[in-house]
């Protein structure tokens, strides 16, 4: 068995012990515990963090862009997320990516 080999055989192993893992005991967790609530909120906090990072250091092709087209983009798609769709993601992705084209050409 070459190294290849073994490292796919080794992710796979750890990717379906885990998932055998969730599968077994999913039946007797309480999805509305604190655990689950915690988890939920640090998930929350880590995107709202990558968010915020992406919008004021931004890497690649969004650093041809200025803060205000940054911000002004962000803001335009939380208003079509959250007023105009209540709450529709995939309008609210694509105002924003609109808003920041919109913005960066004028």
Do not use: D
Request: proline share 2%; aromatic share 10%; with cysteine.
């Amino acid at each position: 068995m070459n190294t290849l080999e073994f490292l796919v055989l080794a992710c796979a192993l750890a990717t379906y012990v885990w998932r055998g893992l969730g599968a077994a005991i999913s039946g007797r967790v309480r999805a509305e515990g604190p655990l689950f609530t915690w988890l939920g909120c640090v998930a929350y906090a880590m995107l709202a963090g990558l968010v915020a990072r992406i919008v004021v250091m931004p890497l690649g092709t969004l650093e041809a862009t200025t803060l205000w087209q940054r911000l002004g983009a962000a803001a335009v798609a939380l208003a079509a997320y959250f007023l105009l769709t209540r709450k529709n993601l995939f309008v609210g992705v694509i105002a924003g990516g609109l808003a920041i084209i919109g913005l960066h050409l004028l």
